[in-house]
């Protein structure tokens, strides 16, 4: 089976400028996760879609959305770039949604404001 | 709310020492405890999970983590490290709100 994608691997804009990542989870997974990773921070949960419904959300300004496909293919929108943006973010997937289910990673979108 | 700690931000081992990597967390409700790995350019893997049950989980390339309620840890233990176990180790917490709450990882770096 092939793993989680994300594109694009990475990622270069400016400030006010917004972008959107792509995540395709594993063939038969209904729950997609993203996380932003940054040194600072770490890891830190963005939101949850299962469903094509929005689960569970992280504290992250309403800048940040997302969205989830009737293939279960994942979106994430930034609107309005900031500096403290640029990190890695990660999708993960999982075959349902709940705290006991493994989450599979992608190998993340790095994502660079200047 | 939950956290987790990871009190050692980097753990320097030499091949085939013993290494230990901490993990406390916070809760005020039952959890569920994860160690996940991510090598360099890589996502994270999950190595091991703690649901119910014994609370000693072992993973397929030799590390273990123990479940210590009293003490709120999961520390993360193999008994004989290898150059390829250089990589950063990241705790996760996962309570009623469902949510994967991580700790800052540990990086191991293992010489020869």
């Known amino acids: 089976k092939a793993g989680v994608t994300q594109t694009p691997r990475y990622l270069i804009k400016t400030r006010g400028q917004q972008v959107t990542l792509s995540c395709s989870p594993i063939?038969?997974?209904?729950?997609v996760s993203w996380y932003q990773q940054t040194p600072g921070q770490g890891l830190q949960f963005l939101f949850e879609?299962?469903?094509?419904?929005?689960?569970n959300k992280g504290n992250f300004p309403g800048r940040f959305s997302g969205r989830q496909f009737s293939n279960s293919r994942s979106e994430m929108n930034v609107s309005t770039l900031e500096l403290g943006d640029s990190a890695l973010y990660l999708c993960?997937?999982?075959?349902?949604?709940?705290?006991?289910?493994?989450?599979?990673f992608g190998p993340g979108t790095r994502l660079t404001v200047l | 709310a939950q956290s987790v700690t990871q009190l050692d931000s980097q753990v320097p081992v030499f091949e085939e020492a013993p290494v230990e990597l901490r993990c406390n967390y916070s809760?005020?409700?039952?959890?569920?405890l994860f160690w996940y790995v991510q090598y360099p350019n890589q996502g994270l893997q999950l190595l091991l999970k703690?649901?119910?049950?014994?609370?000693l989980v072992e993973s397929i390339n030799g590390f273990e983590a123990e479940f210590n309620k009293s003490q709120t840890s999961f520390h993360l233990r193999k008994p004989s490290v290898h150059i390829s176990d250089t990589a950063e180790y990241f705790c996760?917490?996962?309570?009623?709100?469902?949510?994967?709450?991580f700790g800052t990882g540990t990086r191991l770096q293992v010489f020869p």
């Open positions: 993960a997937s999982s075959l349902i949604a709940g705290r006991t289910d493994t989450q599979y």
């Open positions: 703690y649901l119910s049950g014994s609370t």
């Open positions: 996760a917490v996962s309570d009623n709100t469902d949510k994967l709450i």
């Open positions: 879609y299962f469903s094509e419904t929005q689960r």
């Open positions: 063939s038969g997974h209904r729950s």
């Open positions: 809760s005020s409700v039952s959890v569920y």
